[in-house]
């Protein structure tokens, strides 16, 4: 399974970005894909679940209301767009699946995830 991360980059605050990340060897539609990012000198954290055990999408506190995940199973492609970014939202990016059920509190545990994309920078100035 290959996961490849791509949208990022250098942004306003205020601006927005869509990131995307392409699956190939997995049917994104029967997972759980999951989108986390990581500062420098910070523990991985999530920020977005869309959920193959209740079909709810999660989201963490801090980007609820800016930032949307959504699926295109026709091109087996999830997209996070990332609206009125502040300098705090700056890290590099993951995507993730889990080949199992997830939800509900585990979506930010990045321990449950199986399979990982290789990241993409984004940065937001002030």
């Known amino acids: 399974v290959q996961l490849q991360a791509s949208g990022g980059g250098l942004v306003q605050s205020g601006g927005s970005l869509r990131l995307s990340c392409a699956a190939s060897?997995?049917?994104?539609?029967?997972?759980?894909i999951g989108w986390f990012r990581q500062a420098p000198g910070k523990e991985r954290e999530g920020v977005s679940c869309?959920?193959?055990?209740?079909?709810?999408?999660y989201y963490a506190d801090s980007v609820k209301g800016r930032f949307t995940a959504s699926r295109d199973n026709a091109k087996n492609t999830v997209y996070l767009q990332m609206n009125s970014l502040k300098p705090e939202d700056t890290a590099v990016y993951y995507c993730a699946i889990d080949k199992g059920l997830l939800g509900g509190d585990g979506w930010y545990d990045p321990e449950e995830y199986d399979w990982w994309g290789q990241g993409t920078q984004v940065t937001v100035s002030s």
């Open positions: 869309i959920s193959n055990m209740d079909g709810r999408t």
């Open positions: 060897g997995f049917t994104l539609a029967y997972g759980a």
